[in-house]
């Protein structure tokens, strides 16, 4: 997927915060809840397409879609990780 150069490099384009790769768990329970229809982007936007991956910003409120093997970094398209039901705190992110 994404190289660990490559992803040391990577900040939210808002916050200029690192961004670290979703695990699998937050990504399925986001994937789920776009397939709900309960997911809108920063830009108010119902987002439609599933996610293969994603980016989370350090401070874990913020995710960024990574959609064939592309992360999206743009502002707009960023999705407010407090949407999913029981938010991001329970869920850990890879470092590698």
Not at 63 to 85: C, K, V
């Amino acid at each position: 997927m994404i190289r660990q150069e490559f992803l040391e490099l990577l900040r939210c384009p808002e916050s200029q915060q690192k961004l670290v790769l979703a695990d699998d768990q937050l990504v399925s329970r986001l994937n789920q809840a776009i397939g709900a229809g309960r997911i809108r982007n920063r830009a108010g936007d119902r987002v439609e397409e599933k996610l293969d991956a994603g980016l989370v910003r350090e401070d874990r409120l913020v995710i960024y879609p990574i959609i064939d093997e592309i992360p999206i970094l743009l502002q707009d398209d960023g999705i407010l990780l407090d949407q999913i039901a029981g938010g991001p705190s329970s869920d850990k992110t890879n470092d590698s």
